[in-house]
């Protein structure tokens, strides 16, 4: 197998550059469409690590078109029907071809929806304190890594690059999107993760949380758009090894995170803000095995 060509950041100089995110360079095609690349940054705690994941862009592409096609039917999404390469000059064309969507320029909602069925991470922590998960109540008894009874939507605002999420109430969204809209978000958004969860365990695997991300069309109508269920948005467990009250494997970025964790300057525990630690390899390797791991489980035949 061919080694995959690793790419931190994009420089297009055929189309206008819009922005860059933590993973994904933005570009202009016209007014109407843009050019998403996936690039092979990885962050955490809301910091861009200064190595790259090799192949990771390539496949948070095909797996965000994967749960695109399959939650088709739930809501529009923001894809075109025209290919990424087609838009750009043609030296760009290889680099862009695997790791990009053309897509429809939206209107972004300016919060994510979250979307958690299992009780893990952060709201583990705060369900020990207060019994709650972003201030809604739940049953006592629950353990690290508990079903949860049913899956719960836990809006955050959507943090500018270098900032951090913060969780906020239903009402709290409300009062930035409006009602109407809100309800929408978290009617949708509980739709598709439902289906994603009925999916993915067929495939042997348990999505414990993700969060989407919307936006509105010309005619002000809802649609999926950025990523969608990618080891970056979402928490993945193998299902033969969970177990309620044990923190389960993971296909996904809390590999990252957990060493992150462990990391000591000077004597000191990382502050989790820039500039983060520099990765070794073998954390970079296993990160790259653990999100190629649940591509091929989900994929397989």
């Given at each position: 197998?061919s ?6 950041t994009s420089?297009l100089?055929?189309?206008p ?11 202009a ?14 962050s955490?705690f809301d ?6 994941i090799?192949?990771?862009?390539e496949l948070?592409?095909?797996?965000a078109?994967f749960?695109f ?6 809501i529009?999404?923001?894809l ?8 750009v000059?043609?030296e ?20 994510e ?9 952060s709201?583990w922590?705060?369900?020990q304190h207060?019994q ?16 949860l ?5 836990t ?6 690059m ?48 993700t969060?989407?991300?919307f936006?509105l069309?010309e005619?002000d109508q809802?649609?999926?758009m ?6 970056d948005?979402?928490?993945y467990w193998?299902?033969?090894s969970?177990?309620p ?6 296909f ?10 462990s ?8 502050n ?18 653990k ?11």
């Amino acid at each position: 197998m061919s080694t995959p060509q690793v790419l931190h950041t994009s420089q297009l100089k055929s189309l206008p550059l819009l922005a860059r995110g933590k993973v994904r360079d933005n570009y202009a095609v016209g007014e109407h469409q843009i050019l998403m690349v996936a690039s092979d940054r990885i962050s955490a705690f809301d910091v861009i690590m200064n190595e790259p994941i090799p192949g990771k862009g390539e496949l948070l592409t095909r797996m965000a078109l994967f749960w695109f096609d399959k939650l088709s039917g739930v809501i529009a999404n923001h894809l075109t029907q025209s290919a990424p390469e087609s838009v750009v000059s043609a030296e760009e064309k290889d680099l862009v071809k695997s790791r990009s969507m053309l897509v429809k320029r939206l209107r972004p909602l300016p919060i994510e929806a979250v979307v958690r069925g299992y009780l893990a991470g952060s709201a583990w922590q705060e369900y020990q304190h207060a019994q709650t998960v972003c201030g809604l109540p739940l049953p006592k008894g629950l353990v690290n890594a508990s079903a949860l009874p049913e899956p719960i939507f836990t809006p955050a605002t959507k943090a500018e690059m270098g900032e951090h999420d913060e969780n906020i109430s239903f009402e709290e969204m409300a009062q930035k999107v409006g009602f109407e809209l809100a309800n929408q978000v978290r009617t949708v958004s509980l739709e598709l993760y439902s289906k994603a969860r009925d999916i993915a365990l067929q495939k042997g695997i348990i999505i414990a949380d993700t969060k989407f991300e919307f936006g509105l069309d010309e005619n002000d109508q809802l649609v999926l758009m950025d990523e969608v269920l990618t080891p970056d948005s979402s928490r993945y467990w193998p299902q033969s090894s969970y177990e309620p009250g044990q923190n389960p494997p993971s296909f996904d970025k809390q590999f990252l995170r957990d060493w992150l964790e462990s990391v000591r300057i000077n004597g000191k525990p990382w502050n989790k803000e820039a500039p983060a630690p520099s990765l070794p390899q073998e954390v970079i390797d296993q990160t790259a095995q653990k999100y190629n791991e649940v591509w091929l489980r989900l994929s397989a035949a």
